[in-house]
Nanobody, 126 residues
Framework: QVQLAESGGGSVQGGGSLRLSCATS????????MGWFRQAPGKEREGVGS????????WYADSVKGRFTISQDTAKNTVYLQMSSLKPDDTAMYYC???????????????????WGQGTQVTVSS
């Protein structure tokens, strides 16, 4: 059973930065897709980015490309979401998710992910 725990959320002014962490436990195997998602009140859950634990490539939604960066520390079983140039539209609950989807590309659709964290709130003020 994979368990995920997000941390690092908070309130920041527009243009600022935050780094979210997603600590994983209970996982086995090398190729696990880790996705970051967000959901604002009244909106659908949106894929932000993803990374495969077996590689270093990451994939991003157009809305965050160039501003957000996903990385991982395999020794700590932790995936990070570095967010820069934050905008009020980035305000949402942010979730990390995981699933074993093999090597290569990891999708940004929430329906592909089985394990979910509890989320961490990010609020960006103008």
């Amino acid at each position: 059973q994979v368990q995920l725990a997000e941390s690092g959320g908070g309130s920041v002014q527009g243009g600022g930065s935050l780094r979210l962490s997603c600590a994983t436990s209970g996982g086995t195997g090398r190729h696990m897709c880790m996705g970051w998602f967000r959901q604002a009140p009244g909106k659908e859950r949106e894929g932000v980015g993803s990374i495969n634990t077996g590689g270093s490539s990451a994939w991003y939604a157009d809305s965050v490309k160039g501003r957000f960066t996903i990385s991982q520390d395999t020794a700590k079983n932790t995936v990070y979401l570095q967010m820069s140039s934050l905008k009020p539209d980035d305000t949402a609950m942010y979730y990390c998710a995981a699933n074993y989807l093999g090597p290569g590309w990891c999708p940004l659709q929430s329906t592909n992910y089985y394990y979910w964290g509890q989320g961490t709130q990010v609020t960006v003020s103008s």
